[in-house]
């Protein structure tokens, strides 16, 4: 009797142990901030310094047409302080024109800068790309579940340690 008690408690405390560390099965949780990768990894590529280099040829070009505007202005202001009224009346119109061209210029490359910038935040080979990086990193690592930290409502707390955004852009790198 003694003996069936004692293998009894002993197979009652090896099933609890067992379901106990069933309960325990560790899941990693991966966080990636896919803007930062975004901005990190393509702050390097060709489109991107396309986009920045029309931007600044852009910019240029808009600083030009201002600088030439103020000249004008000044232009006008010196005639009208010497009398010569005709000469201010056709300075005038010059920066009534140049004002009508540079809003013209400002608002039509705008508009291409604001495409260009859609065309690289939306770059379907890059989220194709992304997500089979995150896939590689995520098996590798261990986790079983990666979030983006773009869409945190969903979210209450995380542990800066299963941030992996650092490792995805040193791979994204290594590509």
């Known amino acids: 009797m003694k003996h069936t008690k004692t293998a009894l408690f002993i197979g009652i405390f090896a099933a609890l142990f067992g379901a106990g560390l069933a309960a325990q099965q560790i899941t990693n949780v991966g966080v990636v901030d896919t803007g930062r990768v975004y901005t990190t990894y393509f702050r390097?590529?060709?489109?991107?310094?396309?986009?920045?280099?029309?931007k600044a040829e852009f910019q240029a070009e808009i600083d030009r047409r201002t600088a030439t505007l103020k000249s004008l202005q000044d232009k006008k202001l010196e005639y009208e302080k010497n009398g010569n009224s005709a000469a201010a009346v056709r300075t005038e119109a010059e920066i009534a024109k140049e004002a009508d061209y540079l809003e013209a210029y400002t608002?039509?490359?705008?508009?291409?800068?604001?495409?260009?910038r859609k065309n690289l935040s939306s770059s379907n080979a890059f989220y194709q790309q992304l997500y089979k990086v995150i896939s590689r990193v995520a098996e590798t690592g261990g986790y079983t579940i990666i979030l983006s930290l773009?869409?945190?409502?969903?979210?209450?707390?995380?542990?800066?340690?299963?941030?992996?955004?650092?490792?995805?852009?040193?791979?994204?790198?290594?590509?």
């Open 107 to 116: 608002t039509s490359k705008n508009a291409e800068l604001e495409k260009l």
């Open 44 to 54: 390097e590529s060709a489109a991107v310094r396309n986009y920045d280099s029309k």
């Open 150 to 175: 773009q869409q945190a409502n969903g979210i209450l707390w995380y542990s800066p340690t299963v941030d992996i955004t650092d490792k995805v852009i040193a791979e994204l790198g290594n590509q």
